[in-house]
């Protein structure tokens, strides 16, 4: 077809000018802007070979390959995602249609992988990479919050939220991350030890806090053990709640002495947070590896992950592909329902007289199927439960996810934009108290609940079992 | 990274604001990056938070646990946040010169 070929030299051309243009640039030493959030060392040369070399190894990476050729070949473009999307339903922007941000790689990989692709060029839905593309693509993959809810109603059962992911790998090569994964996941891996950058000695001065605080608070004396080589469990938490989550962790203390569990922390490596599942497989790996190295050097028999969705997804999903060590890793949320289920831990719900409503975070829930064991434990730990509605694979983000709360610069969006669903869920909801178990998703409400001005308190599912225990 | 003048002294700042090197700050330094957190006039509450924060940096190399912050300066989280109206983890750190936080805070 005339056109279409004439299309196609035309894309020609722009790849053919690319390279000089790029020369252009260095010469002029221009630096790129990048208004959407602050970046450390963006590669600016070659951008355009390095994408597509990054994208042609995660293409042959046995991992994805399977799942990209499906969901990359399979789209009906009948964008009954976009009824899904807690974003889109809320800006009714093209960019924030999950449909539209996956075909901007589903272009590519059709341009450069498929055979129609290179001979039927834009007939077939394929595009030549430009500059500008990459570009997009920043702000188009990480105003996705990668909550999965397209991919739950997704008649061709493709998972957008996993084409996200890997276009962030993708440009990430190109070090276009925000600089707050860069920073955290530097001083996780080779600085301090954790995302928060606390030091040992700070973390034990915490610890001795929170057991001093347990028992100046309900009388208990309750133990936050460490190192304690052979234990049962290793028990190990978003770092960040030693800095903003005190009743959550005396919460979770309290339970595993009252279960009469064996546990211990330890103080080699203490971070829980794995931002690789937001932007690198490189970092997913790395930071999975420090943790179980930690379980390996204390003889645990399991892993015990405290109150966050993206750091239990990540280690259970990825222990069996990137484990150097293999440890079964189990949520808080589901030892302390089986706890209760038992009859090893007994509750009060009494104490909590409040409407007490559960917000699911995405990566417990539609990650991983974890809906009814927090909702065991809040159901016997409170009087009056309420759902939001909608619930479990059905719920929307907080607003905060694929590790958008960790960004300043996205503030404003997270506030107004990818928040307002579950604003108008909570005001439904006239609960009191919103418990949610994931750091990511309390930071979030948190934020939204003082913007909002909204009449309610956001706690962990822990938290309500500080009173409600009878220890 | 942007230098600013802050009080009197020229500080170079990241994109949101915090200094670079804690060993630059001093009480006038902490007045003028009071006044980019919407607190207009730092009081002997201010103080005595920006104090103990600086103090406990300086020992552990990081900010407090919130809570134990609240304990220790006797200052509920609820008036912690009408003193300091972007929050103890953002604002308070700031104006006491501490590196901007990192990770989930």
Known sequence: MPQTAKNENIEKGNMQKQPSENVKNTEKKQKRNYPFFAIENPIEENRIPVFIKTMEAVLKDDKYRLLLDLYLNTCASCNSCADQCHLYQTTHEEKDLPAYRSNMLRAVYRKYFTTSGKLLGGFVGAKALKEDDIDNMIESFYRCTMCRRCAVECPMGVDNALITRIGRCVIGELNLAPKNFTVSSYQQLYGVGNTSSIPKEAFIDTLDFLQDEIKDMTGHSVEFPRDKVGAEYLFIAPVSDYIMEADTLMGTAMTLQAAGADWTIGTGYYDAINYGLFYSDTVTADALNKLLAEAYRLKVKKILIGECGHATKTAKLFVDVFGKHQFPIQNVMEYTAEAIKKGRVKLNPEVNQETVTYHDPCNLGRGLGIYEPPRNIVKAAVKHFVELQPNREKNYCCGGGGGSVTVPDMYNFRMNLAGIKKVEQIKASGAKYLAAPCANCKKQLKELVEYHKLPVTVVGVHDLLIRALLM | ?105
């Open chain 2, 1 to 105: 990274m942007a230098k600013v003048n802050l009080g009197g002294v020229e500080i170079e700042i990241d994109e949101d604001g915090f200094i670079q090197d804690p060993n630059v700050w001093n009480e006038k330094v902490a007045e003028a990056l009071a006044s980019t957190e919407d607190v207009p006039n730092m009081t002997e509450e201010h103080w005595k938070v920006v104090k103990y924060l600086r103090e406990y940096y300086l020992k552990y190399n990081i900010a407090p646990m919130i809570r134990k912050m609240c304990k220790d300066t006797q200052v509920d989280l609820k008036h912690m946040y009408e003193l300091f109206p972007s929050g103890p983890a953002k604002g308070a750190c700031k104006i006491a010169g501490l590196p901007k936080p990192t990770g989930c805070v």
